[in-house]
Structures are given as structure tokens and as C-alpha cells.
């Protein structure tokens, strides 16, 4: 572990520490807010997680910020489905000065597509005074291969490639919940580690008859890696209320923002190599960049959820469904390379390879159960 991470995360654990032990009488946020009436708070399904219809008494605080909440653990669990779009790409190039016909592919068209199942988790406590602590962890693992035999269907040439994303974010927060006016809200604060990987590779094989006899063999490879791993802050603010058309049904939405240090490296790779009567051709080229750099995050979540009482435990049932964005900014580093191969007169295969600075989206929806106790 670097200096740096150890620094973080003592410091999120200093602050979390400090939060679940702050007096139960919080005035936080009232000073904000002055009000010369008293309104009922608004009731939430946190607060509704012990509720007894026969002893309860009613609920006041100055309007329109309460910070009463139910003390007890949240936990959850979310699957979200994202579609990325960005990254790198890897390209061939194939001429054939026989027949006047040029083939070409990008592993953008057969990359990754749709969308990608990424899971979340997360567990915290929170106090009766609304301050807590929580740990998340979402990851986002897939791949994509695609491939086209050599000479299928009397076609001179074959190819395939793979596409690898790899992202993981954890977070550990202080976490605080109070209301405003009739929405219930959750600010968070703390430390995130998180990673982001993308390698592409691309492979082709091919032939070319010469006019004269014989057949010229080629043959080439393209890959590229963006790669950022890195330690920074992360806050957010979430809020919901009830629907007025349904009881137990609430909208909700969730914005967070992270910014991060930490390294990004980039590297591209190709080759090219020709067999032929009349002399073999070989190239290979490549590029790497890597520097200390710095990732912008934002997410935003925007949907509906349903909770209700649970009969055999202390603690209250929630489903909820939203859609989702995430924005992974650019990184400071990119890099590229290119290799060429061929006979005058016969043809050539030209291998590409980007690895971009570009940013990363994720766009696609979230379903996510859990329960507050």
C-alpha cells in the first residue's frame, strides 16, 4: 500500500470515527433553516423500521429541517446494467492491388455492446442523531471476442479480436441523514479507491495471390491498454419522498462525485509481417505513456422505490429502480502506434493501434433490494 492510500483512508476513518461519536443532540443543520412553526416531520422508511402503531407518539421538529432518524444498519445490494461507450480501438487495413478491393475492421464494431451487468454493495450503521458510517463497493468485469475464420465463404482473409473492461470503485464515508422541507436526505463524504482497465487486441491473417504465381502471406497483431488506478475523496447527496399516489412508493435520486490521484499508464503495440517469393517484410511499432494524473467521477441516479415492514424481523424491506449514469473522465496520458507490410504491385496490411485519453461513459439502469433495521 502506498503513502498515500494509508493517508486516505486514515484520514476517512478518523473522520467516520469522529461522526457516530458526535452527541445525539445534533443542531447541524437547524441554524440553516429558522422556522416559527412546528411541522410533522416526514415520515420515511427508515424511520418506520420499529414502528408501533400503539405506542408511538408523534414526531415534531422545527420546520423544515428534522435530523431525527432511526438508528440501526443499512444494507443493500444493486445490480446495475451499463452500456460503456469510449475506450480504445484497434484497426486493420488490408489492400489488394489484384483485385482493387481494400478490407478493413474496428474493434468498435464488435467490442463490447449493450448492456453490462455491475454489481453494488453496501453495509453502515447510522446513529440516532443521523451521523454514520458506510463501506460501497461496485464492480464492473466483462469481455468480448469475436471472430472470423480464414477463408470462410472464399473470402482471403481472417481476423478476430478481444475487448477487456475491468472497473471497481470502494468507498468508505461518514454518512449523515436529515430532511428538508418533505424530502428525506442522505449526505455522504469519504475516501474512494478505484480502478479503471481497458485492453483491446485485434489479429489478422491473410493471403494474395500474385499475378504472376505464387501467394504472398500476411499477418498482424494490434493491442492497446488505458489503465488508472488511484486514491481521492468522495461525497454525495441523495434524496427521496413519498408518492402521493401509492402508499410505501417513493421517488428518489442519488448524484455523487469523486475526484481522484494516482497513475495512468497507456500503451499500443502492432505488427505486420509479410511472407512472400519475393522477400519476407517484417515491422513492428509501439508507444507507452504513463504519469501521475488525476480522474473526475460523477454518477447520477434517478427512480422510484417500495418498501414495506418486515413481519418476522425489526426492520423494514426496499426495492427500488433507477436509471443510472456514470461519467469517468479523461486521463492524461495516450498513445498510439501503427505498422505497415506489403509488395508493390500485390497489396499491403496496415495494423492500428489508439489507446485514448478519452473519458468513459456507462449509461443503463439499476435494480437494487435491501433492508434498514
Same mark, same amino acid.
Given at each position: 500500500?502506498?503513502?498515500?492510500?494509508?493517508?486516505?483512508?486514515?484520514?476517512?476513518?478518523?473522520?467516520?470515527?469522529w461522526?457516530?461519536?458526535?452527541?445525539?443532540?445534533?443542531?447541524?443543520?437547524?441554524?440553516?433553516?429558522?422556522?416559527?412553526?412546528?411541522?410533522?416531520?416526514?415520515?420515511?422508511?427508515?424511520?418506520?423500521?420499529?414502528?408501533?402503531?400503539?405506542?408511538?407518539?408523534?414526531?415534531?421538529?422545527?420546520?423544515?429541517?428534522t435530523?431525527?432518524?432511526?438508528?440501526?444498519?443499512?444494507?443493500?445490494?444493486?445490480?446495475?446494467?451499463?452500456?460503456?461507450?469510449?475506450?480504445?480501438?484497434? =484497426?486493420?487495413?488490408?489492400? %489488394?492491388?489484384?483485385?482493387?478491393m481494400?478490407?478493413? *475492421? @474496428?474493434?468498435? #464494431?464488435? !467490442? &463490447?455492446?449493450?448492456?453490462?451487468?455491475?454489481?453494488?454493495?453496501?453495509?453502515?450503521?447510522?446513529?440516532?442523531?443521523?451521523?454514520?458510517?458506510?463501506?460501497?463497493?461496485?464492480?464492473?468485469?466483462?469481455?468480448?471476442?469475436?471472430?472470423?475464420?480464414?477463408?470462410?465463404?472464399?473470402?482471403?482473409?481472417?481476423?478476430?479480436?478481444?475487448?477487456?473492461?475491468?472497473m471497481?470503485?470502494?468507498?468508505?464515508?461518514?454518512?449523515?441523514?436529515?430532511?428538508?422541507?418533505?424530502?428525506?436526505?442522505?449526505?455522504?463524504?469519504?475516501?474512494?479507491?478505484?480502478?479503471?482497465?481497458?485492453?483491446?487486441?485485434?489479429? =489478422?491473417?491473410?493471403?494474395? %495471390?500474385?499475378?504472376?504465381?505464387?501467394?504472398?502471406? *500476411? @499477418?498482424?497483431? #494490434?493491442? !492497446? &491498454?488505458?489503465?488508472?488506478?488511484?486514491?481521492?475523496?468522495?461525497?454525495?447527496?441523495?434524496?427521496?419522498r413519498?408518492?402521493?399516489?401509492?402508499?410505501?412508493?417513493?421517488?428518489?435520486w442519488?448524484?455523487?462525485?469523486?475526484?481522484?490521484?494516482?497513475?495512468?499508464?497507456?500503451?499500443?503495440?502492432?505488427?505486420?509481417?509479410?511472407?512472400?517469393?519475393?522477400?519476407?517484410?517484417f515491422?513492428?511499432?509501439?508507444?507507452?505513456?504513463?504519469?501521475?494524473?488525476?480522474?473526475?467521477?460523477?454518477?447520477?441516479?434517478?427512480?422510484?422505490q417500495?418498501?414495506?415492514?418486515?413481519?418476522?424481523?425489526?426492520?423494514?424491506?426496499?426495492?427500488?429502480?433507477?436509471?443510472?449514469?456514470?461519467y469517468?473522465?479523461?486521463?492524461?496520458?495516450? #498513445?498510439?502506434?501503427?505498422?505497415?507490410?506489403?509488395?508493390?504491385?500485390?497489396?499491403?496490411?496496415?495494423?492500428?493501434?489508439?489507446?485514448p485519453?478519452?473519458?468513459?461513459?456507462?449509461?443503463?439502469?439499476?435494480?437494487?433490494?435491501?433492508?434498514?433495521w
Amino acid at each position: 500500500m502506498k503513502v498515500r492510500h494509508i493517508f486516505l483512508t486514515s484520514m476517512a476513518w478518523f473522520g467516520a470515527t469522529w461522526g457516530v461519536c458526535l452527541h445525539a443532540e445534533d443542531e447541524l443543520f437547524r441554524p440553516i433553516y429558522l422556522a416559527e412553526e412546528r411541522l410533522e416531520a416526514p415520515a420515511s422508511f427508515e424511520r418506520m423500521a420499529s414502528f408501533n402503531a400503539d405506542s408511538a407518539q408523534p414526531m415534531y421538529a422545527p420546520a423544515p429541517v428534522t435530523s431525527y432518524c432511526h438508528e440501526g444498519w443499512r444494507l443493500g445490494v444493486e445490480a446495475t446494467f451499463l452500456a460503456p461507450m469510449g475506450g480504445n480501438q484497434q =484497426t486493420w487495413s488490408l489492400v %489488394n492491388e489484384q483485385t482493387s478491393m481494400v478490407n478493413s *475492421f @474496428a474493434t468498435d #464494431a464488435h !467490442g &463490447i455492446e449493450g448492456l453490462v451487468p455491475a454489481p453494488r454493495f453496501w453495509v453502515g450503521y447510522v446513529c440516532g442523531n443521523g451521523w454514520g458510517v458506510q463501506a460501497r463497493y461496485w464492480e464492473l468485469n466483462t469481455s468480448s471476442n469475436y471472430s472470423e475464420p480464414f477463408f470462410t465463404l472464399g473470402e482471403d482473409y481472417g481476423y478476430s479480436s478481444s475487448t477487456n473492461l475491468e472497473m471497481y470503485a470502494f468507498d468508505l464515508e461518514v454518512v449523515k441523514e436529515f430532511c428538508i422541507y418533505d424530502w428525506n436526505m442522505v449526505g455522504t463524504f469519504g475516501y474512494r479507491h478505484a480502478l479503471r482497465d481497458y485492453n483491446e487486441t485485434t489479429n =489478422t491473417l491473410a493471403s494474395i %495471390n500474385r499475378g504472376g504465381g505464387g501467394t504472398d502471406l *500476411f @499477418a498482424g497483431t #494490434a493491442s !492497446g &491498454i488505458s489503465l488508472f488506478e488511484g486514491d481521492g475523496l468522495t461525497f454525495s447527496l441523495s434524496g427521496y419522498r413519498c408518492s402521493s399516489c401509492c402508499y410505501g412508493l417513493q421517488w428518489f435520486w442519488n448524484a455523487r462525485g469523486s475526484v481522484l490521484f494516482g497513475d495512468s499508464r497507456v500503451g499500443a503495440q502492432t505488427s505486420s509481417v509479410l511472407n512472400s517469393p519475393g522477400g519476407d517484410v517484417f515491422q513492428t511499432n509501439g508507444g507507452f505513456a504513463g504519469d501521475s494524473d488525476s480522474l473526475w467521477i460523477a454518477e447520477f441516479q434517478v427512480g422510484a422505490q417500495w418498501s414495506a415492514q418486515l413481519k418476522c424481523l425489526p426492520g423494514r424491506f426496499f426495492v427500488r429502480g433507477a436509471f443510472e449514469y456514470q461519467y469517468w473522465g479523461e486521463v492524461g496520458a495516450g #498513445a498510439g502506434a501503427t505498422s505497415t507490410a506489403g509488395e508493390a504491385g500485390v497489396g499491403s496490411l496496415t495494423m492500428n493501434s489508439l489507446a485514448p485519453n478519452d473519458s468513459l461513459d456507462l449509461v443503463g439502469f439499476a435494480i437494487s433490494t435491501g433492508i434498514v433495521w
